[in-house]
């Protein structure tokens, strides 16, 4: 089955840094990726779609210079949370969707826990 | 726009005995997917059972099974011979047709199965 690997599975930081978590899809490629934020005992909610080759589109609320997307290749897509506050930590999970599947089915990561100290 | 709704914060059954998880959903699209993930302590979303809306046939996984109403714009789960590694978050979740579709999820049916 597709494989999405999300490194790093668990980051801590100091307040004002930056962290970068990455989304790779390990045996197919993917136009499409999408990243969810997923608060303690609550759903998954979509922070933005990231497109292969051009900006990333983000959901209402979500702030784009805050939470920096890129995908610059059909394997990779990276989220980098600029400036993290206590107010950042969260569980960030990545999905993806093979290009050229027919079976609306997204493959998820195994997750990022993030810590801003 | 679309929304997901799981009216179950918590269930409970006991093992080997059948239970039913809800979810009901609204959208104007009339070709979409529906999904069953399920997430346990570790947190990885596990895809369980996926249903095509233009399927009249009800999906089943095994012990899984849905029961798919689409005129009602109902999905609810059936776990049978429930088992104690299903214990976990299970979130229903709906995408419409088309490349870059996000998906939406529910709010989670947590599940505890008990011996």
């Known amino acids: 089955g597709a494989v999405v690997s999300q490194h790093p599975s668990r980051v801590i930081c100091k307040s004002g840094t930056s962290v970068k978590i990455e989304c790779r899809s390990l045996d197919f490629q993917a136009t499409t990726m999408f990243w969810y934020r997923q608060f303690p005992k609550q759903s998954l909610m979509l922070m933005a779609t990231?497109?292969?080759?051009?900006?990333?589109?983000?959901e209402q609320g979500v702030e784009k210079d805050k939470f920096l997307i890129n995908h610059a290749s059909l394997t990779l897509s990276t989220l980098t949370v600029t400036s993290a506050h206590p107010e950042d930590s969260s569980f960030y999970i990545c999905?993806?969707?093979?290009?050229?599947?027919?079976?609306?089915?997204?493959?998820f990561g195994e997750g990022s826990r993030l810590t801003v100290l | 726009a679309q929304t997901v709704t799981q009216s179950q914060p918590e269930m409970s059954v006991q093992e080997a005995e059948t239970v039913t998880l809800s979810c009901t959903y609204d959208t104007s699209e009339s070709d979409y997917y529906l999904f069953w993930y399920k997430q346990p302590p570790s947190r990885q979303m596990i895809l369980v059972i996926r249903q095509e809306a233009y399927k009249q046939q009800n999906a089943t996984e095994n012990r899984f099974s849905v029961n798919f109403q689409k005129a009602a714009k109902s999905f609810s789960l059936k776990i049978s011979d429930s088992q104690l590694g299903d214990a976990a978050m299970y979130f229903c979740a709906y995408r419409a047709a088309g490349t870059a579709s996000k998906l939406t999820f529910g709010t989670g049916t947590r599940l505890q199965v008990t011996l």
């Open positions: 999905s993806a969707r093979p290009a050229g599947g027919n079976t609306g089915e997204l493959f």
């Open positions: 990231s497109n292969e080759g051009s900006k990333a589109t983000y």
